[in-house]
């Protein structure tokens, strides 16, 4: 089966189980391992630790910004900081979203290039939510926090995607003995598929505006706002790329176009920039050690 078509079939299957509120993605195997040492701690624990834990998993942090929506009395503006998202939810609202996770089946893949390339996935995302936080506090705007959980999901479909593959491969290989997919295919399938799917989660999960902007396909800037989240994640995202912390392929003259273009729009000096990319490959790999 081509990569074109595996990923017409996945894009049916997950929309169907988006909107049938049927889908059940795995947790990151070192996110599972520290919710579990926080349960072990207590609720209070839980109640304090729980961003961090938030911040390392993108689907994760998605299920807690629908849990707050849904909590009694939660009407007003949506969260848009995680938080916020953990102050609305309570000790036992925390408790119970870590529970339910810590329950959840990890990412796992036989394949070693698969599991590399969907670790760097996860890193990714949390480069470009790293990127767009500071990229708006040291440039003196506000929403910098907001703009953290803005870039941990603009690529929300990703995981959601990856969760289904992983499924076939253990299907496939466990149960049928038959050879999986290559990893280029593999990465391939999901940059078909994961944006349109990103769009239906957020759209059928509600996700606040701001953020669901941020899943849009062929992201633009925006000249009316210059401290939009979306300006803050269209950079990030060029920036980590341009730092090698990204999966798939690009176009280098693209991406160093769009990072000029930021830093004039969003006002990033040289030293702002430096500050920003140094030593962002080893900040974004360690989490997930």
Excluded at 90 to 98: D, M, S
Excluded at 258 to 282: A, E, F, H, P, Y
């Amino acid at each position: 089966m081509s990569a074109e078509k595996l990923a017409t079939e996945l894009h049916g299957i997950l929309v169907k189980r988006i909107q049938a509120d049927q889908l059940v993605v795995p947790t990151i195997p070192a996110v599972v391992q520290r919710v579990q040492e926080v349960l072990r701690e207590g609720d209070q624990a839980a109640l304090k630790r729980a961003p961090e834990i938030l911040e390392q998993d993108a689907f994760l942090a998605a299920r807690s910004l629908r849990a707050a929506a849904g909590t009694k009395g939660a009407g007003g503006q949506k969260k848009t900081t995680l938080s916020e998202v953990v102050n609305k939810l309570g000790p036992r609202g925390v408790k119970a979203l870590l529970v339910e996770a810590s329950a959840q089946k990890v990412f796992v893949s036989r394949d070693g290039e698969i599991a590399n390339a969907l670790r760097r996935t996860w890193e990714h995302s949390v480069a470009v939510a790293t990127l767009a936080r500071d990229v708006l506090a040291l440039s003196g705007h506000a929403d910098s926090e907001a703009a953290y959980l803005a870039g941990l999901l603009h690529d929300i479909g990703k995981p959601v995607v990856a969760s289904v593959l992983l499924e076939a491969e253990r299907q496939t290989t466990e149960l049928y003995n038959r050879g999986w997919i290559p990893c280029a295919e593999w990465v391939e399938v999901i940059a078909r598929t994961h944006r349109p799917v990103g769009l239906a989660l957020a759209e059928k999960w509600q996700l606040p505006e701001g953020i669901a902007r941020c899943l849009q396909q062929d992201l633009d800037y925006d000249n009316a706002d210059r401290a939009s989240l979306v300006n803050a994640v269209v950079f990030a995202n060029a920036l980590a790329k341009k730092s090698g912390v990204y999966v798939g392929t690009f176009d280098p003259e693209d991406v160093d176009a769009i990072v000029m273009i930021g830093r004039s729009l969003i006002g990033v000096n040289d030293d702002v920039l430096k500050t920003l990319t140094k030593g962002l490959k080893d900040r974004v790999t360690g989490m997930f050690d």
